[in-house]
């Protein structure tokens, strides 16, 4: 069973950092894709950030230089660092898993809750 269970939200001024947490089981961490996505009210969910078991990584061209996507495997966590925050990245930021490589597309069958980023001007 996949479950995926979100935490680090919060409200930040732009600039400031924050680090979202994904936790999940070792099976999930071991055997799915797992990516970071956002959406932000009346827009679509987007892409923010993938990692793959081999180590590859994707960011979204927005956020490149800005986040970071980590996984500990010991902890079966998924991170996401967020540093430079604007108040465009106002948004719930969910992770997500699934056993296809749908790398930054919003297909993945199995998401978290989500936590609410928000970031003040």
């Known amino acids: 069973q996949v479950q995926l269970v979100e935490s680090g939200g919060g409200s930040v001024q732009a600039g400031g950092s924050l680090r979202l947490s994904c936790a999940g089981n070792?099976?999930?961490?071991?055997?799915?894709?797992l990516g970071w996505f956002r959406q932000a009210p009346g827009k679509e969910r987007e892409g923010v950030a993938a990692?793959?078991?081999?180590?590859?990584?994707l960011y979204a061209d927005s956020v490149k230089g800005r986040f970071t996507i980590s996984k500990d495997n010991a902890k079966n966590t998924l991170y996401l660092q967020m540093n430079s925050l604007k108040p465009e990245d106002t948004a719930m930021y969910y992770c997500?898993?699934?056993?296809?490589?749908?790398?930054?597309?919003?297909?993945?069958?199995?998401w978290g809750q989500g936590t609410q980023v928000t970031v003040s001007s």
């Open positions: 997500a898993a699934d056993l296809i490589d749908y790398e930054l597309g919003p297909y993945y069958n199995y």
């Open positions: 070792r099976y999930t961490f071991n055997t799915y894709y």
């Open positions: 990692i793959r078991s081999n180590g590859r990584i």
